[in-house]
């Protein structure tokens, strides 16, 4: 039905800057919040930056001042701006939707991306 593809990962030296894509497709009607989320030692996975269909913004403090989210409502895209990372920025960093509502009547569902892998260098 609904499916995220993740785009943007791969190795960068510390410092630098990557930048994240996502794109859901299907038979969407709407999509509450799209974020970014990142697999954590011990633990499923964090919350990085999300963003609200009204543009409401939150950041993990981790990340804040570093990373940039952005949403394109019309085109159900999400992209994660990430500079002057960090080696310990390194993980797989995964898509989410939350609150999609289809086509055929369905509603608050949730969907997850397969995850990029972010690896930066030191």
């Known amino acids: 039905q609904v499916q995220l593809v993740e785009s943007g990962g791969g190795l960068v030296q510390a410092g630098g800057s990557l930048r994240l894509s996502c794109a859901a497709s299907?038979?969407?009607?709407?999509?509450?919040?799209m974020g970014w989320y990142r697999r954590v030692p011990g633990r499923q996975r964090e919350m990085v930056a999300v963003?609200?269909?009204?543009?409401?913004?939150n950041y993990a403090d981790s990340v804040k001042g570093r990373f940039t989210i952005s949403r394109d409502n019309a085109k159900n895209t999400v992209t994660l701006q990430m500079n002057s990372l960090k080696p310990e920025d390194t993980t797989v960093y995964y898509c989410?939707?939350?609150?999609?509502?289809?086509?055929?009547?369905?509603?608050?569902?949730?969907?997850w991306g397969k995850g990029t892998l972010v690896t930066v260098s030191s």
């Open positions: 989410k939707a939350d609150g999609v509502s289809t086509v055929s009547g369905l509603w608050g569902l949730n969907y």
């Open positions: 963003v609200t269909s009204g543009g409401s913004t």
């Open positions: 299907g038979s969407i009607l709407s999509i509450s919040s």
